[in-house]
């Protein structure tokens, strides 16, 4: 009953097409109401009460730095790193493009930050290059999905507080797959190339070269540097972020003397909007988890996926399934805040690695930002390249396949996530 009367409500006010948060403080009334404790009070306390956690504090520092990134030259540092380790090969600027977007990973851990800032350096230059322009944004669209995998990550941030995670083994068991996925789809570019006709390359001189390398380290540097501060234990996730944002802010303004402080207004403007909108959700998410929680849906999933507990293989592909739709239609961050609590018990029943599947729903979910009609990466990189977002649905479907591919091997094989979580962490 509380289960049914729940998700009916969360669709059937999302397509009246209201705000998300407001959908779920919505449902959290509706729940509420359900469980016979009418007290509107309690809603406030359970939404500040969400948002007053030590690990949330990453998202602000890591938007923050993001932002100081975007507008500091760090980016187009990236890009030049990328350009010099595979822009020798034809149709170089596609391999540059998921290179960029493994590196920028370990900066943003945001999909759209990652799709935003790849996409306004390297969609014009593809285009220059006579680069089929719906095919090039999609594939940087689909090289975005890796952000949320590679540490540090937005998702796995709220994850893990969700869920009652670390949030240091949930960052460190995407690296692996992160890469996975950057090879994938750097295999299928290079189809593409032969497909297209694409014979563009770049060589550099050796001078050329070098100054590359010593204008790009310091950029270079900030991802092994965040990463392996969280590995070894010199700082925590959040501790992190704010690193990331000093980092970002000393190299930006003294070292590549690029950032100006005129634009210290626009960037905090935009970090704090972006923050804003996140914590929102976060906090109209606790408070629908807790009537959730009292209405006892947890327990009425579990029942419901009973038959399927002593078949984890299968339990995993009908969850898969199930929040591949979600994906389609809801984004990332209130899926993983509403059905991570829902679903942890029952994965856990069916003996199934709580880290292992916190990967595969992240990386499940964040394939829903290439997907429409709620993909939030598919409308940046339409603003970025200026093509309507039914074109750009065409052209993901290869790369969008390959990454649903990746999903499954990693599905049917969780050796290929757990064995170096375990490597890396040394349990």
Request: proline share 6%.
């Amino acid at each position: 009953m509380a289960l049914g009367a729940f998700l009916v409500s969360l669709f059937g006010f999302m397509s009246l097409g209201i705000p998300i948060a407001l959908v779920l403080v919505i449902c959290s009334i509706v729940l509420m109401v359900l469980v016979g404790q009418f007290d509107l009070l309690s809603i406030a306390q359970a939404m500040v009460s969400g948002t007053n956690s030590f690990p949330l504090m990453a998202i602000p520092f890591f938007m923050l730095a993001g932002e100081i990134m975007s507008q500091g030259g760090l980016s187009a540092r990236i890009v030049n790193a990328s350009n010099l380790a595979v822009g020798r090969y034809k149709g170089g600027l596609g391999y540059v493009a998921i290179l960029a977007s493994i590196v920028f990973s370990g900066l943003s851990g945001s999909a759209v930050a990652d799709a935003a800032a790849l996409g306004g350096i390297l969609i014009p230059m593809m285009r220059e290059n006579g680069y089929k322009i719906d095919r090039a944004t999609a594939f940087i669209c689909a090289g975005a999905v890796i952000a949320p995998i590679i540490p540090p990550s937005i998702p796995m941030i709220v994850l893990g507080t969700a869920t009652n995670l670390s949030v240091t083994r949930l960052f460190m068991s995407g690296l692996i797959p992160g890469a996975i996925l950057g090879l994938a789809l750097m295999v299928v570019w290079f189809f593409v190339v032969r497909k297209d006709g694409y014979t563009d390359t770049m060589t550099f001189t050796k001078e050329e070269r070098n100054a590359i390398l010593k204008d790009s380290m310091p950029a270079l540097m900030m991802p092994v540097l965040i990463v392996g501060g969280i590995r070894f234990g010199i700082f925590t996730p959040t501790e992190a972020g704010a690193f990331a944002v000093v980092y970002s802010l000393i190299v930006c303004k003294f070292v590549y003397k690029e950032l100006d402080f005129h634009k210290f207004g626009d960037i905090f403007s935009a970090a704090s909007k972006s923050t804003a909108t996140v914590m929102l959700i976060v906090a109209a998410a606790n408070a629908v988890g807790f009537y959730i929680t009292m209405a006892q849906v947890p327990a009425q999933m579990v029942t419901t996926l009973m038959p399927f507990i002593d078949k984890p293989m299968l339990l995993l592909l009908i969850i898969n399934m199930f929040l591949f739709v979600l994906g389609m239609v809801m984004d990332l961050t209130p899926n993983i805040l509403i059905f991570g609590p829902v679903l942890f018990p029952v994965i856990q029943q069916a003996g199934i690695d709580p880290y292992f599947f916190a990967l595969i729903m992240c990386l499940n979910l964040c394939i829903g930002l290439i997907t429409p009609p709620v993909g939030t990466v598919l409308y940046v990189g339409c603003g970025v390249s200026k093509i309507d977002i039914v074109r750009l649905s065409k052209a993901i479907i290869p790369f969008l396949i390959v990454e649903i591919v990746i999903l499954l091997l990693l599905t049917f094989f969780p050796s290929l996530v757990m064995a170096p979580l375990n490597l890396i962490m040394g349990s």
